[in-house]
C-alpha cells in the first residue's frame, strides 16, 4: 500500500469520527499502519478538517518520511502499540465526552458485548500519565498488549483496529456504551 491511500484513510476516518463528536473541536489524533509506514495525523488540527497533504507519514522508529506538518504530540503512544502489537493496523485517540467523563470520574465503564472476549467486567483505565509523554506511551502500549481498547485515566480513549476503521467504529461503541451506562445510572438513582 502506498502513501497516497494512507492519508487518505486517515482524512476519511477524521471526518467521521469528527462528525459523531468522538473528538470535538482539536482533540484526538488517528494513525494507520501498512508494514513499517504509519500515517498519522498533524499536531493543532481538527480531525473534520484534514486534507490528504496534513498527514504526515513516520517509519516504525518515528523518523519522518512525508509531510510538512509536525505529527501528532501522542506520535510516540501510537508507535509504542505498533510495536507491541503486529494486529494493529489502525489507531483512534479520542477525547470524547461520555468515555472522557468517566475516565475523568475515575469510574470503570462495564464491558459489555461487542468488547471482544469478556476478559474482565470493565475496560481496562490506564494509570494517568501527562499527554505526549512516553510515560503514557508505555502505559497505553503495555495496557493495549490483550485489549483493544482501554481508558486513559483523566484524560481519554485510545481504540484499536485491524484496519483504522475498525478502530474508529470500537471507539464509537465504547463512547455509547459509556453514554449509556451514565444515563442508566442517572435513572437508578431519580424517583418517578
Known sequence: ?????????????????????????????ISARSHD????TPSGMSLGCLNPEDVVMVDIGGKILAGRKKPSSELQLHLDVYQKRDDVQGIV?????YAT??????KMIERLEGFGERKTPFLKMVKYAPP???ELAISV????KEEDSVILKDHGLVATGKNLFEAALLAEFVEETAKTQYISRVLMNMEF
Open 1 to 29: 500500500m502506498n502513501q497516497k491511500p494512507l492519508a487518505i484513510e486517515i482524512c476519511e476516518t477524521g471526518r467521521y469520527i469528527y462528525s459523531k463528536g468522538l473528538a470535538p473541536g482539536k482533540s484526538g489524533n
Open 141 to 144: 502500549g503495555n495496557g493495549l
Open 37 to 40: 509506514t504509519v500515517a498519522i
Open 101 to 106: 467523563g468517566f475516565a475523568l470520574a475515575g
Open 93 to 97: 485517540h479520542t477525547h470524547s465526552p
Open 132 to 134: 505526549g509523554t512516553s
